[in-house]
């Protein structure tokens, strides 16, 4: 046989056994479809899993505090104002002077009113013996008990004209109120005030009060009663205690007035001065992060993706609690945390995942 006929030969046994092993794969194949299936499904599942590097965190302790602008006012101002007319005849407390209540600030002119003071007082004296006389003479029977009794109405118009005019004279006197500092006179000496015309502006500034606006998220997270601290504009750090937290907001701002009380005996602490009031809350458990761990679920909720002990991404919606140079503090998470920090853009919740530690 020659070369050309052997090769032939050879080329066709190949070719037939070629095509025999692959009848015999098929054949395989099809003999056993569940475990060609089973094989086909556990290695695309594994092979699809994905990776992300995770961080354990351990929640610390953190204190927080509310920390918002605010000003100084004094805890009680008055505009004091004549309750009767007349021309004020003394001024008996200039501007800026301390007064205390029941300290005379000004008088007024008594004009004719000492002189009908005594008038009203011999009409009583009048009506008095008239009034003896027609009882006694009611009696025994010589007078009606109605003309005793116009005696009487009459002693008694008599004594409140008298005590109309004893207050009026005695209004001519203006004082204080209570303890404080006379911030403005309206009146000078010759002026004429009618009754309601303010005449001085009295400041009570010890104890003075540190005023600021709260957001309605920091409203609910402070007491009266507790303490805390103010800066003032001046450099000088102050403290007191809560004395009132509003309860209805400002309709235009939307927020809630708050009062922090300082003692002030020495009044060097004046109203109108801008502060920064500070007002420590109970601390609590928060995990430091980065801004880049945040990430948004469906709903657009901001939270942070975990990988449970079941090798599972959860994620559970943060809260901002504080922030600083040292990083970002949130609460919402487990004490105990495995966070992903590369790759939580590309899991969802639920999806079983390869953690790496990002250490």
Known sequence: MNKPLLLAVAIAVGAALWVASGEFARSAREASPDDSAAASATEPESAAMPSVRVRTLVAEPRAEAIAVLGR???????TVRAET??????????????????DVLLRLAEDDRPARLDEAKALVEQRAIELNAATKLADKGYQTQVRAAEMVALSEEARARLAGIKLDLARTVIAAPFDGAVERRDVEIGDFVAVGDAVAYIVDLDPILIVAELTERDVGRIT????????????????????????VANPETHTFRVELEVANPEGRIVAGVT????????PVAAHRVTPA????DEAGVVGIKTVDADGRVAFFPVELVGDGPDGMWIAGLPETAAVIVVGQEFVTAGQAVTSVPAD
């Open 85 to 102: 007319q007349g021309t004020v005849a003394a001024i008996e407390a200039a501007e800026g002077a301390a007064v205390a209540g029941g």
């Open 275 to 282: 502060a920064e009031l500070d007002v420590p809350l109970e």
């Open 293 to 296: 761990v945040l990430t948004l």
């Open 72 to 78: 100084t006012e004094p805890s009680r101002a008055i």
């Open 224 to 247: 009266q009663g507790q303490m805390a601290t103010a800066r003032l504009v001046t450099g000088a750090t102050v403290s007191g205690v809560i004395r009132f937290v509003g309860r």
